[in-house]
């Protein structure tokens, strides 16, 4: 059974710096690429970035991109999210997600952790 347990939220001032990590097991993780969700109250799901399953093609959302970088270790069947130079709308719930194959998939829309809030406020 696929599992995938994110933490590292919180509370962050405009401008600051939260790493999320996404621990996944149930699966190869080295075999699948791999996404970053977010959904603010009361807006749809959104991605947010995505990596191959060999670590070394990151894909992001404009409004992200410079500012998060996504990276994964393998041997640790790990995904992480650096999230720097956060904004107020950067608030929502974020979810780790297994793809379907070893490259991002455009729109789809897989099986999710539950998720780990991070809230950017003053």
């Known amino acids: 059974e696929v599992s995938l347990v994110e933490s590292g939220g919180g509370l962050v001032q405009p401008g600051g710096s939260l790493r999320l990590s996404c621990a996944a097991s149930?699966?190869?993780?080295?075999?699948?690429?791999m996404s970053w969700f977010r959904q603010a109250p009361g807006k749809e799901l959104e991605w947010v970035s995505g990596?191959?399953?060999?670590?070394?093609?990151?894909h992001y959302l404009h409004s992200v991109k410079g500012r998060f970088t996504i990276s994964r270790d393998n041997a640790k069947n790990t995904l992480y999210l650096q999230l720097n130079s956060l904004k107020t709308e950067d608030t929502a719930i974020y979810y780790c997600?297994?793809?379907?194959?070893?490259?991002?998939?455009?729109?789809?829309?897989?099986?999710r952790g539950q998720g780990t809030q991070v809230t950017v406020s003053s």
């Open positions: 997600a297994k793809d379907r194959s070893s490259v991002v998939s455009d729109g789809y829309v897989g099986v």
């Open positions: 149930g699966f190869i993780f080295s075999s699948f690429a």
């Open positions: 990596i191959n399953s060999a670590g070394d093609w990151p």
